[in-house]
T-cell receptor, first 113, second 113 residues
Framework: DAGVTQSPTHLIKTRGQQVTLRCSPKSGHDTVSWYQQALGQGPQFIFQ???????QRGNFPDRFSGHQFPNYSSELNVNALLLGDSALYLC????????????FGQGTRLTVV | AQKVTQAQTEISVVEKEDVTLDCVYE???????LFWYKQPPSGELVFLIRRNSFDEQNEISGRYSWNFQKSTSSFNFTITASQVVDSAVYFCALFFGNEKLTFGTGTRLTIIP
């Protein structure tokens, strides 16, 4: 049984560009949450998707958007990249009513130059 | 406001020593969960332990144990007989009704052979 998989593992983008990160949840999970982890910091909640809708959102600008597909996989999009967007982006999957049992992927390390 | 504080930024101990990682949390909720995660250099967050706010019983699981004290809002984590493979960044996290995890800034643990 595959766990949570994220792609790509590493990415380098130029300031002002747009990026899309992908997450496939663990089998049987229907909820995907995204976190941003800046260097030397703890992960910060970006948003959560369930039934293809954004259920809740953290304190991130509208440049950060997402999508969930019918197969529960999810994408995180960031527009107009800033140097400060450089971070490890983590995806966590869970069953909605059991969010305390979330599993994390290995993350996508985004570098903005 | 909900907040998790890990005052220890870095800890180094010699292999086989015991080590305790401190965590202090703030929340107004009466129902919440506390977690410890391990983050090795690969980046994935590995779940270690979870405790709900109604269960202050402290337990031991293998080389791991935890001390949950609501009176002091602390949730400390101890590794007994540390091993080099324990070297990682450890995060304490708080989960409550809005269904997102709030993480501390992490403690980098280095086990010296």
């Amino acid at each position: 049984d595959a766990g949570v998989t994220q792609s790509p593992t590493h990415l380098i983008k130029t300031r002002g560009q747009q990026v899309t990160l992908r997450c496939s949840p663990k089998s049987g999970h229907d909820t995907v949450s995204w976190y941003q982890q800046a260097l030397g910091q703890g992960p910060q909640f970006i948003f959560q998707y369930y039934e293809e809708e954004e259920r809740q959102r953290g304190n991130f600008p509208d440049r950060f958007s997402g999508h969930q597909f019918p197969n529960y996989s999810s994408e995180l999009n960031v527009n107009a990249l800033l140097l400060g967007d450089s971070a490890l982006y983590l995806c966590a999957s869970s069953i909605l009513r059991r969010v305390t049992e979330a599993f994390f992927g290995q993350g996508t390390r985004l570098t903005v130059v | 406001a909900q907040k998790v504080t890990q005052a220890q930024t870095e800890i180094s101990v010699v292999e086989k020593e015991d080590v305790t990682l401190d965590c202090v949390y703030e929340t107004r909720d009466t129902t919440y969960y506390l977690f410890w995660y391990k983050q090795p250099p690969s980046g994935e967050l590995v779940f270690l332990i979870r405790r709900n706010s109604f269960d202050e019983q402290n337990e031991i699981s293998g080389r791991y144990s935890w001390n949950f004290q609501k009176s002091t809002s602390s949730f400390n984590f101890t590794i007994t007989a540390s091993q080099v493979v324990d070297s990682a960044v450890y995060f304490c996290a708080l989960f409550f009704g809005n269904e997102k995890l709030t993480f501390g800034t992490g403690t980098r643990l280095t086990i010296i052979p």
